[in-house]
């Protein structure tokens, strides 16, 4: 695969064609031409969590290894927005084990908060992360399972709902009454 070499666009080849296409033949010419399209949109997404240009080519060619060799397992009903969703949680992962400064900004009318949660700093303050972890297993299970999927694994909602069986009510308040439990709890710790 050439890094950036963009593919000019056949009218009749759509995304779900080349998709459907590859799964039937598995010739990697059909899911390189569909993946080198998106090249652009993956390193700037890439390059907007990671911030460094070296790490974000690498994370488009991991990606595209990774993908060439799963995708046969996923259903795929949009791949645009299917692919933006792989290539986040990829530059999350990526962040969480260089333990970068992560901060997820809440939806004020989603979770009745308007302030930003920091789960890293880039300080790596061992006292904090510490106090974060610790403060994760005093959670109750459900509030534990709900807030690592959205923070930690940037799931939705709705991805939370489909892995766990919660009811889509129940994960919202676990989320918002988990944040507030690490909010006190982490507090505390850091007090001591």
Known sequence: MQFFSLHKKKESDSDEILLSKFKETRKAE??????????????????????????????VIDIYENLSQKIQDYEIKVFKNWLYSVVKNHCFHI??????EIIVNFDSQLMESDSSFTLFDDSRDEEKESALNECLEKLPEPQRIAVEKFFYEDK??????????????????????GKRNLKICIEKNLKE
């Not at 031409?33 to 460094?52: D, N």
């Open 95 to 100: 962040l969480k084990e260089n333990k970068k």
């Open 30 to 59: 059909y899911f390189q031409q569909l993946y080198e399209r998106y090249i652009p949109l993956i390193y700037g997404l890439c390059l907007k969590y990671l911030q460094s240009p070296e790490q974000s080519q690498d994370a």
């Open 156 to 177: 939705s909602y709705a991805d939370i709902v489909d892995e766990t069986g919660f009811h889509l009510k129940s994960v919202k308040s676990y989320i918002q009454n």
